[in-house]
């Protein structure tokens, strides 16, 4: 039997030539991610003997991960910045936005992890259900939890389950993000707990309709987001697009909010003010130059989008960020 004392040896992580692992003390491990546009971080910590609280932060895409064919380890996954993309093993995706919960075996799960808006930040929950089952009763049983039970009322036939937003969720994980690290054990135990009497009394039918989407379907969307992404001055209408990729504009729509989260309208705007954000600190280009490059004809209304999205004035942008450019 596994040391129920440290955390697990990642091996699925440690095959991985661009997993970098930067700190175990036994109850605690960091995995640097280098993905191929950009990072992530994953903390582990063993919170009981075979249930561990994973902390994600990703700056990326995507991210390869050579998981081998988990048989019974069930996993809870809460967003709370950002969107996650599953990729599951009949090739279909479902997608997580913030405040969302979704319950999984890992056994569904295929190697790639998305992150549609290149950010993310979520914690994950293992529960590696062969472990606790060996181990005497301990805290579970205590507190009258089975975990097969609870495997088995939500993940039947290895099917998922999905809880969008709700108060309920963001009261158990919304501490969780900011309890200081002296504190992060007991805590966590804590609500692990809470976490799983919530789970044990919530009906599987309160689960939403699961939007599932194939991969032709994510295909068609990324391409769409390539290109109206690739060139700012240029305007495309939704019923433009949606001839050019032989598409209803209600499917259209819906997709694309379906991957992304958002409407095209409001990705294009939240994506051009990031675009001008960095050109903004990384280039000596005027206020208006910069509108012009990223799709707009005004200052002025370049700048009332950017306070909105961003919450200072263009300039105000530029003089703070000019202090620390990694900002």
């Known amino acids: 039997m596994k040391n129920p004392d440290i955390v697990h040896d990642h091996e699925f992580l440690n095959r991985v030539s661009s997993v970098e692992k930067q700190n175990d003390d036994g109850y605690k491990a960091v995995y640097k991610l280098n993905c191929t546009d950009g990072l992530g971080?994953?903390?582990?910590?063993?919170?009981?003997?075979?249930?561990?609280?994973?902390?994600?932060?990703?700056?990326?895409?995507?991210?390869?991960?050579?998981?081998?064919?988990?048989?019974?380890?069930?996993?809870?996954?809460?967003?709370?910045?950002?969107?996650?993309?599953?990729r599951l093993l009949d090739e279909s995706f479902l997608y997580m936005g913030k405040g969302d919960l979704s319950i999984n075996m890992m056994s569904n799960h295929a190697n790639t992890m998305g992150f549609p808006l290149k950010h993310y930040k979520g914690i994950s929950?293992?529960?590696?259900?062969?472990?606790i089952l060996n181990l005497e009763p301990g805290i579970l049983?205590?507190?009258?939890?089975?975990?097969?039970?609870?495997?088995?009322?939500?993940?039947?036939?290895?099917?998922?389950f999905v809880m969008r937003a709700k108060d309920r969720i963001e009261h158990i994980f919304s501490e969780l993000y900011?309890?200081?690290?002296?504190?992060?054990l007991p805590y966590s135990r804590l609500?692990?707990?809470?976490?799983?009497?919530?789970?044990?009394?919530?009906?599987?039918?309160?689960?939403?309709?699961?939007?599932?989407?194939?991969?032709?379907?994510?295909?068609?969307?990324?391409?769409?987001?390539?290109l109206i992404t690739s060139d700012l001055s240029r305007k495309y209408t939704i019923e433009e697009l949606a001839k050019m990729y032989l598409i209803s504009q209600t499917t259209l729509k819906n997709y694309f909010k379906g991957v992304y989260g958002?409407?095209?309208a409001t990705y294009l705007r939240e994506y051009r003010i990031k675009v001008a954000a960095t050109r903004l600190v990384q280039s000596k280009s005027s206020v208006a130059d910069i509108a012009m490059e990223v799709g707009y004809e005004s200052q002025s209304k370049f700048a009332s989008a950017f306070k909105r999205v961003m919450g200072i004035s263009p300039l105000e942008y530029r003089k703070k960020c000019s202090v620390n450019p990694m900002i």
């Open 125 to 131: 929950i293992l529960f590696y259900i062969d472990e």
């Open 262 to 264: 958002m409407s095209i």
């Open 191 to 226: 609500k692990v707990i809470e976490l799983l009497l919530f789970l044990s009394m919530v009906d599987s039918a309160e689960s939403e309709e699961r939007d599932y989407y194939t991969q032709s379907q994510v295909d068609t969307i990324k391409e769409i987001k390539e």
């Open 41 to 86: 971080i994953m903390t582990v910590y063993k919170i009981f003997p075979g249930i561990e609280l994973i902390y994600n932060e990703m700056e990326a895409t995507s991210c390869l991960v050579d998981i081998p064919f988990y048989k019974n380890i069930m996993e809870i996954n809460h967003c709370q910045e950002g969107r996650e993309e599953s």
């Open 178 to 184: 900011s309890v200081p690290d002296c504190m992060r």
């Open 141 to 160: 049983a205590e507190y009258n939890i089975d975990i097969v039970k609870l495997q088995k009322k939500f993940c039947p036939d290895d099917k998922g």
